[in-house]
């Protein structure tokens, strides 16, 4: 199982980014998708995560920010982060909740990450 991210760039404050997370491999059910990221000296922390019905939740500090959504047929997860800060600066980790067959747990897999800085 491969979890790519990506999306991430350079953008000034107050404008937009896209990130993507595609899973390929040998998947059953995924479960729970979601980000996370980590600044620079700091721990990876929540960001949001959207169950397989489509029910999401966020971080206090991007609530009304950022959207997140998944498509189930292709296996895709988005951030869509609008009205970027500088403190939204980090690398960006996807993660599922993936079964590899069914009589398999849930597992949690993690994308390589992609780099989001926000310049103010």
């Known amino acids: 199982v491969q979890l790519q991210a990506s999306g991430g760039g350079l953008v000034q404050a107050g404008r937009s980014l896209n990130l993507s997370c595609t899973a390929s491999?040998?998947?059953?059910?995924?479960?729970?998708m979601g980000w996370y990221r980590q600044a620079p000296g700091n721990q990876r922390v929540f960001v949001a995560t959207i169950s397989p019905g489509g029910t999401a939740e966020y971080a206090s500090s991007v609530q009304g920010r950022f959207t997140i959504t998944r498509d189930n047929s292709k296996k895709m997860l988005f951030l869509q982060m609008n009205n970027l800060k500088a403190e939204d600066t980090a690398v960006y980790y996807c993660?599922?909740?993936?079964?590899?067959?069914?009589?398999?747990?849930?597992?949690?897999?993690w994308g390589q990450g992609t780099q989001v800085t926000v310049s103010s």
């Open positions: 993660y599922d909740l993936i079964s590899t067959t069914m009589t398999t747990i849930p597992s949690p897999y």
């Open positions: 491999g040998s998947i059953f059910r995924i479960d729970d």
